[in-house]
């Protein structure tokens, strides 16, 4: 297994990706990073999100020297370790081989839940806002460098948080503790300037909410829903369970 001390967060938007990054943050002796690449993705592909200039103003936007930065910054502190929550489909012209040196783990949600939600803020969203291609992409490149990457969905870490991050913790090398399950509400120093468009939810939550479907799906975005779902279907064959089963490992087809 590769040494845990860097443990790399592959994720879609709208996915409960910062809960768990506050979750983590509640282990002793772990830090934790907000999005670095996002500065990166905005100057290079254009995407007009929500407060777009402050964020390219506020970061490094060149992705190879933010990885190397912080790959530099965990070799500097033998012992201690680093979870970096990542959008997936921020990789974008990046020089992957730092995956090798980080655990790297999934976090994917059912597009019938997600889309609704990440269309209020990208109302154009296609299914590369999603990053669930990406996410099956570099599951893939990982599973070619011999590594055997977790996957969560979001829907079965809230139906049982305890069970689905105790699992996570013991395929990753990570001591569990309850501690993860819940936290003080409001912002984090480690928030990136982006929060106040999307961290309303979280900055009042004090622990991982309880799972609530969607009821009525917009039939505008059928179509999106569509070109989501297999990639979805993949990944989520091996996700964790919140019965603290999880499936095959075997890698997904193309």
């Known amino acids: 297994m590769t040494d845990p001390q860097l443990i790399c967060l592959w994720s879609g938007p709208r996915n409960v990706s910062t809960a768990l990054m506050y979750s983590f943050r509640e282990l ?31 970061m490094n936007c060149n992705g190879n020297d933010v990885m190397q930065k912080l790959l530099d910054r965990q070799r500097q502190s033998p012992g201690a370790r680093l979870f970096v929550k990542h959008m997936a489909h921020h990789l974008v012209d990046i020089d992957t081989a730092f995956l090798k040196d980080a655990v790297n783990v999934f976090l994917i949600r059912d597009p019938k839940d997600m889309l609704p939600s990440l269309t209020i803020q990208v109302p154009h969203a296609g299914l590369a806002d999603t990053g669930l291609k990406r996410q099956c992409e570099l599951y893939d490149e990982l599973v070619g460098y011999g590594q055997e990457p977790p996957v969560l969905d979001s829907r079965e870490l809230l139906l049982d948080p305890a069970s689905v991050l105790a699992e996570l913790c013991g395929r990753i090398g990570v001591e569990y503790s309850d501690a993860m399950l819940e936290w003080e509400p409001g912002p984090r120093a480690e928030d990136g300037v982006w929060a106040p468009h999307w961290y309303h939810a979280v900055h009042q939550s004090t622990g991982f909410s309880a799972y609530r479907a969607k009821t009525d799906f917009p039939a505008h975005l059928e179509p999106l829903l569509a070109d989501c779902a297999p990639w979805y279907e993949q990944l989520y064959a091996r996700a964790i369970r919140a019965d603290g089963e999880h499936s095959e490992s075997a890698r997904p087809s193309q």
């Open 28 to 58: 002793p002796g772990v830090d934790v990073v907000d999005e670095p690449l996002y500065g990166h993705y905005l100057r290079l592909t254009g995407a007009d999100h929500p407060g777009r200039e402050a964020v390219i103003a506020a």
